[in-house]
Every structure is written in C-alpha cells, then in structure tokens.
C-alpha cells in the first residue's frame, strides 16, 4: 500500500480546459452539454453540481490514437489534445446526432468497448479530447 503523504490526492476537487475561444467553449459546455454554470466577472464560469470524475488518467497519446484512430500515431491534420474528459449521458447516439447538428466532427461515433462502454469522440474548441459515453459499471442500479 502507497504511503499516505501531505500531498496524497484524495479526489479530483475541480477539471476543467483553460479557454482560449470563450464563446466556442460556452457553446460546447452550457449549450450542447445543458451545464448551468454561475458566471464571475471577466467570464469565469463554474459549477459545483456537475457530480465529479469517477476516473482521473494519464492516457497515452498512442493509446488515444489508437482508441480515435486504429493507429499508434497522432493524425497531423488533427490537433492533439491536451488532456481528455468523458461525459457520461444517457443515450449516446442521441447525443452524438445532437453534436454533429451543432458541426462537432467525431473522430470515433457510438463505439462498443470491450469493457462495455458506449462512446463518441471529438476534439472541442480548446484542444481537449472530449468524450460522449454510457458506462454501465458507472451506473448504479435505481
């Protein structure tokens, strides 16, 4: 077992892509994504009802390639992300048809994993690797 230090991370307390194109980016995550976020002066927006990641991950650019791709490499004509998050939603085809209508291009669409998630990827306005997803070992029983 790892020794607990002061610096031991104990749950991710905030996420979230640094914007450089702030009405693309509000577009994506208040319009398309329906987050109702308080606004701060000089545009800041914030949640905290947005219930937090169940997985934080320093995914491999060649395995993110692989996963968008088939492929080990990087696409140049594709701008690579720098850091990924998954929205969890409750139909993924659904929400892919609503994202491509809103001119998101998806590099992967409706995709079964062989651990038995659905996904959607696409790269957002700020160089994130974005992705659309039903997880069913997330999801507790109701």
Known sequence: MEKITKATAL???GFGPIV???QAS????SRAF???FKE???GYLHTERLQGANTFALWPLSQAAQSCFGTDSW???VPI????IEFDVDNVEAATAELESRGYRMLVRSRNEPWGQTVSRFIGPEGLLVGITFTPSMRQEK
């Open 20 to 22: 450089s194109e702030a």
């Open 81 to 84: 992300p720098q850091a990924w």
């Open 75 to 77: 696409p140049r004509d």
């Open 34 to 36: 329906g987050i109702a």
């Open 11 to 13: 749950f991710i307390a």
């Open 40 to 42: 701060e002066k000089g």
């Open 26 to 29: 509000r577009e994506l995550y």
